[in-house]
């Protein structure tokens, strides 16, 4: 009947700020009750995540943003308890994986791209129906050449030079 107490979410905004509201879906919740979503700060579109009931306090999933910078799209993994983003916080629009509840720091999972080079495609394109791999669009070794790429989420696998993402041609 609307008479329980409201519970606001989001963390502070700042003057021309708040959740995101356009048509990219500005968040997702998990069956396990998080919510992740995209706050925007000044210029930039920031990875906020906090729990559904307003018990803990939202906290920044993605590293610092320099201004202009924004993360895009984002997506629970299989077992939600990870999210993978697409941002350009570091140059190119790339993939990043973090702990949905923050605990971790984001790494980079797509790769070193070719200058210019870019993650294309929707959030809906990056995790398949296996729990252990993001399949991405990106021309990465070819600027303007769009290619299919696999690459895992496992954490144990250290840095990405180690294990490359695979074409799929």
Same mark, same amino acid.
């Given at each position: ?7 606001? *979410?989001? +963390?502070?905004? #700042?003057?021309?700020? +708040? ?5 990219? $879906?500005?968040?997702?919740?998990? =069956? ?10 000044? +210029? &930039? *579109?920031? *990875? ?6 307003? =018990?803990?306090?939202?906290?920044? @999933? ?10 895009? /799209?984002?997506?629970?993994?299989? !077992? ?6 697409? &941002?350009?916080?570091?140059?190119? #629009?790339? @993939? ?7 605990? &971790?720091?984001?790494?980079? $999972? ?13 959030? =809906?394109?990056? $995790?398949?129906?296996?729990? !252990? @791999?993001? *399949? ?6 070819? /600027?303007? $050449? ?24």
């Amino acid at each position: 009947d609307g008479s329980a107490p409201r519970v606001k *979410l989001n +963390g502070p905004v #700042v003057a021309w700020g +708040g959740v995101q509201d356009s048509t990219v $879906i500005p968040f997702r919740i998990s =069956s396990a009750g998080r919510v992740v979503y995209l706050q925007r700060n000044g +210029g &930039s *579109l920031e *990875l906020w995540s906090t729990t559904l009931d307003g =018990s803990s306090t939202p906290v920044p @999933l993605n590293l610092p943003l320099p201004p202009d910078r924004s993360v895009f /799209h984002f997506q629970f993994t299989v !077992d939600e308890t990870e999210v993978v983003y697409a &941002s350009n916080q570091l140059d190119g #629009v790339e @993939l990043f994986l973090v702990q949905a509840d923050g605990s &971790s720091l984001p790494r980079r $999972i797509s790769g070193p791209m070719v200058q210019n080079g870019s993650v294309q495609g929707s959030p =809906s394109s990056y $995790i398949g129906s296996r729990s !252990d @791999l993001a *399949l991405y669009l990106a021309d990465q070794d070819t /600027h303007g $050449i769009t290619e299919l790429y696999a690459t895992r989420l496992d954490w144990t696998l250290g840095p990405r030079p180690s294990n490359p993402p695979t074409v799929l041609r």
